[in-house]
Nanobody, 121 residues
Framework: VQLVESGGGLVQAGGSLRLSCAAS?????????MGWYRQAPGKQRELVAT???????NYADSVKGRFTISRDNAKNTVYLQMNSLKPEDTAVYYC???????????????WGQGTQVTVSS
């Protein structure tokens, strides 16, 4: 299973970006919770938002009201719509997913490779 992210880039403060993360190679698996984390230079990785397979979302206080997480279960894809971006949102954003292997009957946790988001002031 691989998580492939896209959509990062450079944007001015107040602008918007949309991140996407597609899970591939999961034909004999069930994708449970998916989410986005971020890591700024010199800081620990932190949770941004998560979403269950049923669509229940959870957000970090710092992004509530500005970011929206969603998913398309048919496409095994999770999205992060980021509006009203601030310079402090600058970080590498990582996709994360809990995927249950039907073959091995085991729940694995996967990370994407990360995508850079830079917000200029």
């Amino acid at each position: 299973v691989q998580l492939v992210e896209s959509g990062g880039g450079l944007v001015q403060a107040g602008g918007s970006l949309r991140l996407s993360c597609a899970a591939s190679g999961s034909t004999r698996s069930i994708i449970n919770a998916m989410g986005w984390y971020r890591q700024a230079p010199g800081k620990q990785r932190e949770l941004v938002a998560t979403i269950t397979s049923g669509g229940s979302a959870n957000y970090a206080d710092s992004v509530k009201g500005r970011f929206t997480i969603s998913r398309d279960n048919a496409k095994n894809t999770v999205y992060l719509q980021m509006n009203s971006l601030k310079p402090e949102d600058t970080a590498v954003y990582y996709c994360n997913a809990d995927i249950f292997s039907l073959q091995k009957e085991f729940l694995y946790n996967y990370w994407g490779q990360g995508t850079q988001v830079t917000v200029s002031s």
